[in-house]
């Protein structure tokens, strides 16, 4: 069944509506006449869809030619028609060159019939050349924009920059009524990286946040269901549940996922402008930039990768060089955590060690952002989250909900402020605990990575080597003292040589009974206080008895 026509008739005689109504009951057996009389009711009635307005010419407050004015500026493509009375020739020729359709003599309504006919159909080409106009002059901005975004996807290799730089181009020149991108974090979340363009702040802000919320207006449900491009139609349902659809009125929207290589970057979203009816062409052409935008993120994360295994790669080089130059154990530390501060995001970092015989843990270094101030010593009856990792033996990362309930479970207890995140790992030397390291953040609950774990182990590793080759040196130390306290004790006199007889060092004992000074003897050779001649061959013999450093 057809829809009925609908015509609004600006009629003050109730006799000439009738008769014009039988009129039209001739050439059309289903249509709606809506008759009213005053200005005020064509403006109310003019905001609903009507096929064709007939006024009367002189109506007592109103008239045709005002109403046929308003027609022009509100709907120029509604189908209007005059009747009126008169006979005057020139009447009807302003009505025409004013923009009326037709113009009817009442005397001969009985033609108003073939009149609207003839008015729809003209009207209907007059639109559909107007948006075929419209809609090659669309399409020539679009290929525009796409050759813009083009040359940007090129040099631009900053994220955030791209985006935004592509929502302008897509609004330039009013190629799109407006345009905005999310992507995904790193969580998969959208509404953290964000850009729009032709739309204000304090109107795309509650869509933002509704994204963060995972609350997703129609367009995005649809395209997280699909790689394809997804056609909204502007309608009071699909307003009602964007934020943007009450703001800014358009016959389409298209939105489509960022995709690359099966990856999610993020959603896209444009409006086009009213009159712009989608079509294949439009649909081809967004699904083509909308790859490249995709593309170009994909190779932004490509080269981001690269840059960050290169950084980490040169962060593992200056950790390992400094255990080996660094001599303290607090320097080594200090400088450990300042070097991982280029690629770990985190606002405190400590190591605390064990002391297993006072069952304590002290703290040799900290570096906090929070101005909290931290103990210097703890002890290890406190069942905090250093004492749980001491229990656990493994690496852990911990967010501020996942600490709460171990504390409801009665694993831990509550020591210092609540971190939205915290990794630590235990320190392990000999297959003994000595420790913990551990990094916090208080703002972000995502703040640590996989990649962050595993720089963290190769620490963990480091530290454990740098402590234990301190006390191998601290051992060897106290060994050569012990040594040399020996060697002074002894009542004989006593050398150290070389394998060429050379002179490194003597007791106080050589010292006295040869009359010379420490400094003086150490020019000499052993060979030199012997009272008898040593043959080279007697000297070999003597000398393959000891060790490269020997006693003699």
Same mark, same amino acid.
């Given at each position: ?9 600006? /009629?003050?005689?109730? &006799? ?86 037709? +113009? #009817? ?8 019939? /073939? ?11 007059? +639109? ?41 181009? =897509? ?51 649809? &395209? ?24 800014? @009125? ?50 932004? /994360? ?85 004492? +749980? ?36 790992? @235990? ?5 003994? =605990? ?46 050569? /003292? ?10 004989? &006199? ?21 009359? +010379? ?13 012997? @009272? ?14 000891? #060790? ?5």
């Amino acid at each position: 069944m057809k829809d009925s026509l609908k015509i609004l008739l600006l /009629e003050d005689n109730a &006799a000439d509506a009738k008769l014009l109504k039988r009129a039209l009951s001739k050439s059309f057996g289903n249509f709606v006449l809506t008759v009213i009389e005053t200005k005020e009711e064509y403006l109310a009635e003019l905001k609903k869809p009507f096929d064709i307005v007939i006024s009367d010419y002189v109506l007592p407050s109103f008239d045709g030619m005002e109403a046929l004015q308003i027609r022009n500026k509100q709907k120029p493509f509604l189908p209007f028609i005059i009747t009126t009375g008169s006979t005057n020739e020139a009447t009807a020729v302003n009505c025409m060159k004013a923009g009326a359709n037709d +113009y #009817v003599i009442k005397e001969h309504i009985t033609r108003i019939g /073939e009149a609207v006919k003839s008015a729809i159909a003209q009207k209907k080409i007059e +639109y559909e050349k107007q948006i075929a106009d419209l809609t090659v002059q669309h399409l020539n901005r679009i290929l525009k924009a796409i050759r813009n975004i083009n040359q940007l996807i090129t040099r631009e290799k900053d994220k955030q920059k791209l985006i935004q730089q592509a929502c302008e181009m =897509f609004t330039h020149e009013h190629s799109y009524v407006c345009a905005w991108i999310s992507l995904y974090d790193k969580n998969g979340k959208l509404g953290t990286i964000n850009a729009f363009s032709g739309i204000d702040q304090k109107h795309f802000t509650p869509l933002i946040k509704n994204l963060r919320k995972n609350k997703f207006p129609p367009c995005v449900i649809q &395209a997280t269901k699909t790689n394809d491009v997804v056609g909204i139609p502007h309608n009071e349902i699909s307003s009602g549940e964007c934020p943007l659809g009450r703001i800014y @009125p358009s016959n389409f929207g298209l939105t489509k996922a960022l995709v690359y290589q099966k990856k999610r970057f993020g959603i896209i979203t444009v409006r086009l402008p009213v009159n712009i009816t989608i079509n294949k062409e439009e649909t081809d052409l967004f699904r083509e930039v909308t790859g490249d935008i995709s593309y170009a993120l994909h190779n932004i /994360e490509i080269e981001k990768e690269k840059q960050e295994t290169t950084q980490r790669q040169k962060v593992l080089l200056d950790i390992a060089k400094a255990a080996v130059i660094e001599e303290k154990l607090e320097n080594f530390i200090a400088k450990v955590f300042g070097i991982i501060e280029q690629i770990v995001e985190y606002e405190h970092a400590y190591l605390a060690l064990y002391d297993a015989e006072k069952h304590q843990y002290y703290f040799p270094f900290q570096r906090y952002k929070d101005g909290e101030i931290y103990p210097d010593t703890m002890s290890d009856s406190k069942k905090g989250l250093i004492e +749980y990792i001491r229990r656990r033996k493994k690496l852990l990362v911990l967010t501020k909900s996942q600490v709460q309930k171990l504390e409801q479970k009665g694993e831990i207890e509550k020591i210092g402020p609540y971190a939205a995140a915290w990794m630590g790992i @235990p320190l392990i030397s000999k297959g003994n =605990f000595i420790g913990v390291m551990a990094l916090q953040h208080f703002s972000n609950p995502h703040a640590f990575t996989v990649k962050d774990e595993e720089l963290l182990n190769f620490i963990s590793t480091q530290l454990a080597l740098f402590i234990e080759r301190k006390e191998a040196l601290a051992q060897l130390k106290a060994s050569n /003292e012990r040594y040399k306290t020996v060697m002074q004790q002894a009542g004989d &006199a006593i050398f150290l040589i070389d394998m060429e007889g050379n002179i490194l060092d003597a007791n106080d004992t050589a010292i006295r009974n040869l009359g +010379y000074t420490l400094k003086e003897l150490k020019t000499k050779k052993a060979s030199d206080f012997d @009272p008898f001649f040593i043959s080279e061959k007697h000297k070999e013999r003597i000398l393959d008895k000891f #060790v490269p450093e020997r006693v003699v």
